[in-house]
């Protein structure tokens, strides 16, 4: 055991933030600490290192232990260098260095009676040098220095560092003095692809216990061997990484709220026995009433469990269907001063791809995107064409397409006036806005939570082309789930920009990777991009023609025995599937409608007053037989759908 944290509670004045948390971690587990936005797991943190006090509970720790603690903005002050922080880490290694090498120089002055006492004394330092990792300590840093992106860094003075920058360094020391527990609020917020990348491996091989908050599905899928969710009053815990807490959480929410529902009726059997004791009007059966109420009272309730990412959907429907040729892109090329982002840049999207754009930060992801819109020119001569019937949807973080003079509620309704009040609620809910939120002031907003409202509007929008910079940024993990499920089900194209490798595998099925001041092509998910750049990694732009890797001077990294009209049908096949899919959502929907018209039937049917009534009881059997014909039709349809998956 190395922490043990049992029935911890904390509030804000009124407000109940934590409530009777227990759990337990033991040497060596890799903890993911996830939840949304508000649910206290960086509180739970705090109390865990002393910075909270808790209202009650204990915490408790395995003897003489060592913590290592980075929050989401860490502050460092030092007149060091970053390499001197990094180093000042092992100066417990370094001092004893020192020592030796002192030894080292004194040995050729040493008598001969006392050499073998001087021997004895120089093997047994060097002994214990080398279990404290001395051999090892400058390829630690010099593997954090480069891990962490500060290869470039090393020499900048730390109080020129900015506040992600200073995080970053904090989480390098943590990592290179290796407490027992290391805790990690949201780690993955400062670092680009290849330095989350590379912190995975290093926190999965780290001997040290780890408890991570994190957003990052991605992250928590690689590194976390046990994942616990601060959810509603709730607070789940299952052994594996996230996809297995996903199924479990399905397991145990569909479980609770079966027993919920046997309790439901148990409760109402019971209430329709007291009423009709209760009638008799005698005693005994009074007696025998109240005797069930109060066992009825005394009946520990059984709450139902509502999950958001059940209750909320987003259909993004086009108005119109595109052409087949959705954008073409040629030549286009952009510089800042003497630093070049890219160059002759070539590509095409083709009617329902879902395509996204990677690469590191600064390599002008964003920008492509912005040329794109017409919101910045292209150094050379370029052409860029849209398609026949294409509209657009671009959500660009500092888009100013919403008023701050407007309320949320009113910003969405004017937009589209044909939703429903539940149906504008429900939305700005999926976007996290909900209660009294919905009539705030746009302008009263902060950046992330406008940008929300862009991607909201985005969303409603009938565009049946979105180009979308960082959709989940700002967005907790119910909302992610919420947006994947809206853009896999959407049978338009997209193209996007994004960092969040777990929605870039939900949802994109190819990638265009910008490395080299150019488009480098996967056809696939994120964990088909990682499998072809592990069988061939750093493959040089000089060289990719002469090894194959450059397919029609398209740059299209695949199979070699793959070809151009392998992928058009392979297109072709996931376009089909998705339309499949959303038929059979469809067919279940009204099958699902025609259940519940057959059952208020039947319920009409066993009246009194319709039973003894023969012209009604015909009318409603003809309905009901009706009904029955187009259910049977609907359930062959379904059958039929199912088998054409």
Not at 25 to 30: A, I
Not at 129 to 138: A, I, L, P, V
Not at 360 to 374: A, F, M, Q
Not at 489 to 496: A, H, I, P, S
Request: proline share 1%; aromatic share 8%; net charge negative.
């Amino acid at each position: 055991m190395v922490l043990s944290v049992n029935n911890v509670s904390l509030s804000f004045g009124d407000k109940q933030i934590l409530n009777n948390i227990t759990f337990l971690l033991n040497e060596g587990e890799k903890c993911a600490l996830i939840g949304d936005n508000g649910t206290g797991k960086s509180s739970l943190l705090k109390i865990i290192t002393g910075e909270y006090q808790k209202d009650c509970g204990d915490i408790v720790f395995k003897k003489d232990i060592t913590i290592g603690y980075v929050a989401q903005n860490q502050d460092i002050d030092s007149s060091k260098t970053v390499i001197e922080e990094l180093y000042d880490c092992k100066k417990e290694i370094i001092e004893y260095e020192k020592n030796i090498r002192n030894m080292e120089a004194e040995m050729k002055d040493i008598s001969e009676d006392k050499m073998d006492e001087f021997l004895n004394k120089y093997h047994s330092m060097t002994e214990i040098f080398e279990k404290m990792g001395g051999y090892t300590y400058k390829s630690e840093i010099n593997g954090v220095l480069n891990g962490l992106s500060f290869s470039d860094e090393g020499r900048k003075m730390v109080s020129l560092l900015s506040g992600g920058e200073r995080t970053r360094l904090m989480l390098g020391k943590i990592l290179l003095n290796k407490p027992d527990l290391i805790l990690l609020d949201e780690p993955t917020n400062y670092l680009d692809i290849d330095s989350v990348e590379w912190l995975e491996n290093y926190l999965k091989n780290v001997s040290s216990t780890v408890l991570f908050v994190s957003h990052d599905r991605y992250f928590i899928n690689k590194v976390a061997n046990k994942v616990m969710e601060l959810f509603g009053s709730k607070f789940l815990s299952y052994n594996g990484n996230y996809d297995d807490f996903c199924e479990k959480k399905e397991q145990f929410i569909d479980s609770a709220n079966a027993s919920f529902e046997n309790q439901q009726r148990e409760i109402r059997h019971q209430m329709e026995v007291i009423k009709k004791l209760r009638s008799f009007n005698r005693e005994k059966s009074i007696k025998r009433a109240e005797s069930r109420q109060k066992m009825l009272d005394k009946m520990e309730r059984i709450e139902k469990i509502t999950d958001p990412d059940n209750e909320m959907r987003l259909f993004l429907t086009p108005s119109k269907e595109s052409g087949k040729d959705v954008l073409s892109v040629k030549g286009i090329s952009k510089k800042y001063n003497e630093r070049t982002l890219f160059e002759n840049l070539d590509f095409e999207i083709k009617k329902g791809e879902h395509v996204a754009i990677i690469g590191p930060n600064g390599s002008g992801k964003t920008t492509v995107l912005k040329i794109i819109n017409n919101l910045l020119k292209s150094d050379n001569k370029c052409e860029i064409r849209i398609g026949s019937n294409v509209e657009i949807g671009y959500f660009d973080q500092q888009s100013n397409v919403v008023s701050d003079d407007k309320t949320l509620f009113d910003e969405i309704s004017d937009a589209y006036p044909a939703m429903t009040q539940t149906e504008i609620r429900n939305t700005l809910g999926a976007f996290l806005f909900s209660n009294d939120d919905v009539f705030k002031k746009i302008g009263v907003l902060s950046g992330g939570e406008k940008c929300r409202v862009v991607l909201a509007k985005i969303m409603l929008s009938k565009a049946n082309f979105l180009i979308l910079d960082e959709p989940t940024n700002h967005l907790d993990m119910t909302s992610k789930t919420i947006l994947e499920e809206a853009i896999n089900n959407y049978e338009g194209t997209v193209l996007y920009v994004s960092h969040d490798r777990y929605f870039i595998n939900k949802t994109a099925d190819r990638i265009l990777s910008l490395e080299n001041k150019t488009f480098v092509e996967y056809l696939g998910n994120y964990d088909y991009y990682l499998e072809k750049r592990s069988n061939q990694p750093s493959i040089n732009q000089n060289n990719r023609e002469s090894e194959g890797y450059l397919k029609n001077s398209n740059n299209v990294f695949e199979d070699e025995s793959a070809s151009k009209s392998d992928w058009m049908e392979q297109k072709k096949l996931q376009s089909e599937k998705r339309k499949i899919e959303n038929k059979i959502k469809n067919v279940e929907e009204e099958i699902q409608k025609l259940e519940e018209n057959i059952k208020k039937i039947e319920e009409e049917m066993i009246k009194p007053e319709i039973s003894s009534n023969s012209a009604k009881l015909n009318e409603l059997c003809s309905k009901q037989t009706e009904i029955n014909d187009k259910l049977s039709a609907l359930y062959e349809e379904w059958e039929n759908l199912c088998n054409n998956q």
